[in-house]
C-alpha cells in the first residue's frame, strides 16, 4: 500500500511552511459559518446568528512537551488544560467544555491518572469548565496528551480578539512578565534548584495560568487584537504584525523581565524575548482603550497589563519587529522564537 | 518533583475500568448544559435553548491504531477523520467542523502530510465539514493523529441517539457487515492479498465508510438507541445493554457476514463478533420504527439495515447479551471485543 514518496522532508520544510500548506489545501473550503478558521489561536464557529463558539486543541508528547522525572502528573493535567485555556482567552472567549485524551504506555498508576484529570478538573472549576470527555488508548512510546477546549462569547456585541486587528498608533500591553517559564526550564534541565527565585521559575513552567479573565475583559473594553505567548515574544509577535500587515516597536527597557532571571542567568534577554510557555497575553490597543483596560483590570483585582511598545506603519520592508534602547536606537531583529522540527 | 507512585498499573486495571474511574472523577461535576457526557460516543453540549452542539475527539498511535507500512497517508487522513465522523453518526448529528492535530517524526514528506489532509478534506466536504483547524508538532517516536469534530443537530425536535435508549421489545438492527475490517487487517498481517474478497476487506479497512446520513435518517425516523461499531459486535451491544438496563438476543443465522470471511477465515465467527473497525451503527428501535427506517433508507438510496435480534427485559442475572443459533438454543456471551491494555 505504500506510495513512492515525494516531497520535502517535514524537518527540512520547518512547522510554519508546512502549517501553511496546510492553510492553503483546508483553507480553500469556504464557509460562511466558520468566522475564523487556521491561523488564530483558535477557531471560530457561528452555529446561529449571535452565537459564537471558539475551539482549540492542542496535542503534547512526552519528551517534546514534557518530561516524567522533571514534572508529576497534575502538573502534567493542569499545563495540558492551561496552554488551551490560553488560546481560548487569547480570543477573550469563555471556557465551557474540555475533552482530555490521553495515550499511555500502560506502565503507569491509575492514581497518577487520576491525579491528572483531578488537577485540570480544578483548573476548569475556576472558569466554569466541564470535562465533558476523556478517552484512553495504549502509546507504548511515551505518553501523549491531547486536549480540546470548547468555549462561547458572552453576548455584549464586542468582537473576537484576532492576530490581524493591530493598526498603527495601538499601544503593545503584555499581561504578565516575560521569561518565567523558560528560566524554569533552565533550572530543570540544569539542576539549579538553589538559584534564587528557582521555585517561581519552576511553578511558572509546570503550571503557567491562563488569563482568561483577562482575556474577557481585554474584550469587553474594546480591545481587537491579541494572542497569547507560547512561543516567547519574538516568536509570537512577528505573527500579529505579519496578519495584520504592521511593524512593531518594542522599548527594551520596558519589558516586565524577573530580576532573578537577570541576575541568574547572563542570556536573560533570550530568555525572557525568545523563551517559549509563557502564557501571557499580548495584545495591542488605542491609547485611550489601553487606559480603559488598565482601570478595569484594577477595578477586578487584577495586575494592569505593561506597556511594552507601539505598533506603526510597515516600512517598505514590510512587517518587522524592532526593539529601542533606552538611547532611542532601534534594531530590526530575527523574528524567531521556540520553533518544532527546524535545526 | 516525582512523587510517590501509588495506586495500580494501567495495563492492570484496564481500559474500561480506568474510564469508569476518570468518569467518575470528573462526571461529579454537574452542569445544565453539558446534556450528555463522558460514556456515549460524543458530548452533547446545549450552549443556547433549542441548539445541541455535538463534540468527540479520538487519537490514532502509530503501531497501536496504524502502521506506515500496511497504509498510506491519504488512507490515513480518511481513517482519521472516519472513526470520529461516525461516532458523530451515532448520536443522529451533522458533522460541521474538524481539527487535524498532527505529531510528526520530521522524516516524513510534505506531500505525504498535505495527502493526509487532502483525503480527510475530501471525506469531510461529502457531509458538509469544513477543516477549521490543524496543528502539527514533533514527535520523535511515533506518528500521532489527534482529530475532533463538532457537529450539531438539525432542528427537528427529535432527540439526539443515545446508548441508554433500548428497551425490552426494540429489534437490533446494523447498518451493514461485520467482520470485513477485521478481516482486512488480518489479510494485512498474514499477507494474504491473493485470498478471494481481500481487496475489499482491506479497503474496510482502510478506509471505513462514516454512515452520518444513515444516522441522521435514524433520528428523524424516531430511533432513540444507537452506537457505532468499533469494537465489535460484542464489545458493543453489551455497552448499550448495561446502559439501557436491558438484554439483548442475537440471532446467528441473521448477522450479515460476508461470504468470503466465512471462506477464507476458519474463525469467521470471532471476526464477525468481536474484530474491530466496523464502523457500521449499531441501533435498536420498536418494530414500526424500525419499519419507518426500512422505508426511509430505501427512499435516500440507502441499503436498509440488517435486522439481527430483539431487546428483552434484563433477568436477575443483570443485562446480558445471548447468541441464538438457529435451532433457536441460546446462549450467553462474555462479553468482549477489543480492549486497549488488557491481557
Redesign the interface.
Known sequence: ???A???????E?G?FA??D???R??GS?A?S??RI??GDD??A?R??PG?D?V?????L?????FR????????LGHKALAVNLSDLAAMGARP??A?V?L????????????DL??SA?KLG?RFGL?????????????V?I?V?V?G?VPKDGRPLLTRSAARPGDLIGVTGPLGLAAAGLRVLERGLKTLDGSPAM?EAY?RPQPRVREGLLLRRCGVRAAMDLSDGLLGDLPKICERSGVSAIVDLFRLPIPNAIKWGFSDWRDLALRGGDDYELLFTAPPHVFERVCRAFRRAGLRPPFRIGQIVEAGTEGPQVKLRNVLGKLEVVEPGGYT??KV
Open positions: 500500500m505504500r506510495v514518496s515525494s516531497g520535502r522532508l517535514v524537518r520544510v512547522e508546512l502549517i500548506q496546510i492553510t489545501l483546508v473550503v464557509s459559518r466558520l478558521g487556521i483558535a477557531a464557529w452555529p446561529r452565537h463558539v475551539i482549540t486543541t492542542d496535542v508528547i512526552e519528551r517534546v512537551h516524567l522525572d522533571w514534572t508529576d502528573w497534575g502538573s465551557r467544555l475533552f485524551d495515550g499511555l504506555r500502560g506502565s503507569e498508576r491509575d492514581q497518577e491518572v487520576l484529570y483531578r478538573r472549576q466541564v470535562i465533558a470527555g476523556g478517552d484512553t488508548t495504549r502509546a507504548p512510546n511515551g501523549v491531547a480540546t470548547v462561547d519552576q509546570h518544532h522540527f
